[in-house]
């Protein structure tokens, strides 16, 4: 994390949010801003005052991919399941208008706890790492046994054929940023439209549900918090679960993934231990199984966001230093989908 105190620093005036937190919320005290450093997100600060601690969570600045860095659909899905057994950040409110920050925001509780962006867990206690896991693949379960029409989920996406329509739209979304030929990502796209498996399961979906998304409780391998929810939505609960595999089909160097490194040594399970834990965790799940099919869809999803990174470091736009590098991770990703067809 970083700390500043210039409006330059933030990208807004921090004293126009402090005099409306104060009005709203009855904070105190004078506020210390920090900038959250890493990711490639919605950016995302503490505003912590001297009697409450907050998140503040919005849009990034200048062009965006459509439907993208939809934050009062991240508020709405974090205030739904406020109400489950799923861990997640108490929001306290949703503003619309671009007046205080330069975009719309929520707010959130801050919650204490550890996270981890390298998926060997290096920082955590070896004695620890899988539990973590087996706590993440449980976690991940419990969001797709949410009665997503029991918490008031009604229109927060297009229930079934959730696969035929993300392939078109991430297709889509590909070819309105396209810059560069990336022939893997064609094929990819040809191959993905063509074996659509016949299950059609809808549940609450993440839609980025992997380990640095995961706040972990400050001494215990639990989960106390899903993080980053801008691409949530209603689909395919196989779809979550195959990007949560995309750490065992990626390299240390690739976004932090687990290829090539000893698993037993670093005491992880296996991606088979993993997709069992879950299996086991679900209670009301179709029984369908997870395919190569749903990791090459996975991964060809995450080259398309690794490509739209790449755009917006192009332009300027982008969230963290590191941009332009993360960005050419979609050739990588795209050729790790191929392995897994091939395989």
Known sequence: MTEATGSSAFGFEPSRLDAFLREKLGVRGEPVIERISGGQSNPTFFITYPNRRLVLRKQPA??????????????????ALAKTDVPVPPVVLFYPERD????????????????????????????????????????????????????GLEGFGKPGNYFARQIARWT?????????????????????????????????????????????????????????????????????????????????EEYG??????????????????????????????????RPFHLAFALFRFAVIFEGIAVRARIGTAVAENAAVVGDLSIAFARHALAVIDE
């Open 172 to 252: 889509r979304q590909w070819e309105s940023i396209r810059f560069r030929e990336i022939p893997e990502l064609s094929q990819l796209a040809a191959w993905l439209a063509a074996h659509i498996p016949e299950d059609d399961e809808t549940t609450i979906s993440h839609g980025d549900y992997r380990m640095g998304n995961l706040l972990f409780h400050p001494t215990k391998p639990e989960v106390v918090a899903v993080l980053d929810w801008e691409l949530s939505t209603l689909g395919h609960p196989l779809a979550d679960l195959a990007f949560s595999c995309i750490a065992w089909h990626s390299r240390p």
């Open 100 to 151: 205080l920050v330069g975009t719309p925001f929520y707010l959130m509780e801050h919650v204490e706890g550890r996270v981890f962006h390298d998926a060997a867990l290096h920082d955590a206690p070896r004695a620890e790492r899988k539990a973590m896991y087996f706590a993440m693949a449980e976690t991940l379960a419990r969001l797709h046994d949410v009665d997503w029409k029991a918490v």
């Open 62 to 79: 200048g062009p965006i991919l459509p439907s993208a860095h939809a934050v009062d659909r991240e508020f709405r899905v974090l205030a």
């Open 257 to 290: 993934g687990l290829m090539g490194l000893d698993l037993a040594e670093l005491d992880i399970p296996t991606e088979a231990e993993y997709v069992e834990r879950y299996e086991a965790t679900r209670r009301h799940g179709s029984g369908a199984r997870l």
